[in-house]
């Protein structure tokens, strides 16, 4: 099958699962399968494609394109990505920012990532600040040793260890986390299936890590109509500069705070 029919039937498929960018998608899928990307994809109609079927099933059946893939860009970063954590999201990289802004002026800060998963914030932060200390906790195995296995794929020299909230009791510069924080999954993307469950629904984590983190700065990455609570909690706990940021949809993701 040439490139021209290998994206007709992939986009024609993934519109029928309801998949929301088809024609996206399947460029992605294609370009992986090229080994280019997707501009690159066009450059040859004629070229064969091999492979193709294994990977638009998955993604037939809404498996999330990051774990079909294999690895998702982040940030200036390219992440090996399964299903032994969540996939990393483009809002997730607006706490990356705020994270950097707070830590500018300060000179090798101490940083912990609570809940580090597949090692994207943490790894973005020591990749961008190389002078941090970076420290990333999780409470899954799982998850720590595919943090552990990007980090070496990156060179970036991480401290990925078992823990929780906890950890932020250490005493840091700058903790910043993207907790669960979904009441429940029924209604949402059939995608979210396929994700570790533990780290998609919780509630209460934010104002907890809130009161008990010893830190000069928090960063919390939250869900759609919590940050106005979520900010109300950090003022309660002597946060001050208090300030909520929206992503990219316009949503109020990211609530941060000063001590």
Do not use: C
């Amino acid at each position: 099958m040439n490139v021209r029919d290998a994206l007709a039937q992939a986009e024609r498929r993934l519109a029928a699962a309801g998949v929301d960018t088809p024609r996206v998608d399947a460029e992605l899928i294609v370009a992986h399968l090229l080994g280019g990307s997707r501009t690159q994809v066009y450059a040859d109609h004629d070229r064969e494609v091999n492979g193709l079927e294994p990977l638009l099933a998955r993604r037939e059946r809404r498996e999330p394109l990051a774990y079909v893939l294999g690895e998702w860009g982040f940030r200036r970063l390219t992440l090996r990505t399964d299903a032994r954590a969540l996939v990393p999201r483009p809002e997730t990289e607006i706490v990356v920012e705020r994270a950097l802004a707070l830590l500018d002026g300060t000179t090798a800060p101490r940083v912990l990532d609570v809940g580090v998963g597949s090692g994207a914030i943490a790894l973005a932060l020591k990749d961008e600040r190389p002078d941090a200390h970076v420290t990333g906790v999780d409470d899954s195995n799982d998850a720590l040793a595919l943090a552990r296995e990007n980090a070496k794929r990156l060179g970036l020299d991480v401290d990925l260890r078992p823990g929780g909230l906890e950890a932020a009791q250490g005493g840091w510069d700058l903790v910043v986390s993207n907790p669960p924080y979904v009441d429940t999954l029924e209604g949402l993307q059939p995608e979210l299936r396929y994700e570790p469950e533990a780290a998609l629904v919780g509630s209460g984590l934010h104002e907890r890590l809130a009161e008990g983190a010893r830190t000069r700065a928090l960063v919390l990455e939250v869900g759609w109509g919590q940050a106005d609570r979520v900010a109300s909690a950090l003022e309660s706990f002597a946060y001050r500069n208090v300030r909520i940021t929206p992503d990219l949809s316009g949503i109020a993701r990211v609530v941060e705070g000063e001590r």
